[in-house]
């Protein structure tokens, strides 16, 4: 996001005077903050969620796995959503399968904090949990999980520098996840079928060039790419047979 020209930006504090809040938020949203972590919140499906720079803002394709992933199970009772950030996939997965039990995990712990909060604020009863993709996860759940969702990070570290500024604001954790993209999903891909029961689901966010090397990545699955309301290759979808 291009910076306000600093004519604008007198102008600005000339009306509303250089002290003025209103100033302060212009300023930081021409500084290329997120407007979801000035206002404080996010929007994800009937959930109001809230995010800063701790996590990243959920986007409208997560809303898109959001969907794709809750019409393809009936009443699953086990839903794990893998790098969960705000927990936004697993407050809407709580919400939507109110008898299900949600675990959700991330490696940062500012991101669990957050989802920690989420979770009380919504009254929707998950269970966050800090540490690496599935390793906080209870052994009891351990080839039982009806649906597995995830948004891993899954930019290359070359290409962080061509985002849009405010991207470049949220946490690089939630961003870049090697040097080529796709180093979280293989690690998912290579593990989700052992903790999924047979007839379970998962349903992982992908980049829009990634759908045939990212699909190969789920190989003892029978992965399938499937593209958002603009086309774009952004989802790989599995069943465990
Ligand atoms: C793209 S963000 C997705 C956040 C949230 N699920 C959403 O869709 O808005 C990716 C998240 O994965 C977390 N993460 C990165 N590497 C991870 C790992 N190895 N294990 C668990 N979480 C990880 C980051 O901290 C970040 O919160």
Redesign the pocket.
């Known amino acids: 996001m291009e910076s306000l020209p600093s004519h604008e930006m007198s102008r600005l504090e000339a009306v509303a005077g250089p002290d003025n809040p209103l100033a302060d938020l212009v300023r930081r949203r021409a500084d290329g903050e997120p407007l979801q972590y000035i206002e404080g919140t996010a929007a994800?499906g009937p959930l109001e969620l809230l995010v800063d720079e701790r996590?990243?803002?959920?986007?409208p394709e997560?809303e898109g796995l959001f969907d794709i992933a809750s019409r393809m199970v009936r009443h699953p009772e086990v839903i794990v959503?893998?790098?969960?950030?705000?927990g936004?996939?697993a407050l809407a997965l709580k919400h939507a399968f109110p008898g299900s039990s949600v675990f959700a995990?991330?490696?940062?712990p500012e991101?669990i904090e957050v989802a920690t909060y989420n979770r009380f604020r919504s009254g929707l009863a998950i269970y966050p949990a800090e540490?690496?993709?599935f390793d906080p996860l209870p052994a009891s759940i351990f080839g039982e999980v009806d649906l597995i969702v995830a948004?891993?990070?899954?930019v290359a570290d070359a290409d962080l520098a061509s985002l849009p500024t405010d991207v470049q604001r949220e946490?690089h954790?939630?961003?870049v996840?090697g040097p080529t993209g796709l180093e979280?999903i293989e690690?998912i891909g290579a593990t989700a079928v052992e903790w999924l029961r047979p007839g379970g689901v998962i349903v992982c966010?992908i980049g829009e060039t990634q759908g045939d090397s990212a699909s190969r990545a789920f190989r003892d699955l029978p992965a399938v790419v499937r593209q958002d309301l603009n086309g774009r290759d952004r989802y790989v979808v599995a069943v465990k047979p």
């Not at 996590?55 to 986007?59: G, I, Q």
């Not at 948004?151 to 899954?154: E, K, T």
């Open positions: 994800f996590v990243l803002v959920p986007r997560t959503d893998l790098c969960t950030g705000s936004a996939l995990t991330d490696i940062s991101a540490g690496d993709l948004n891993p990070p899954y946490p954790v939630a961003l996840s979280v690690r966010e």
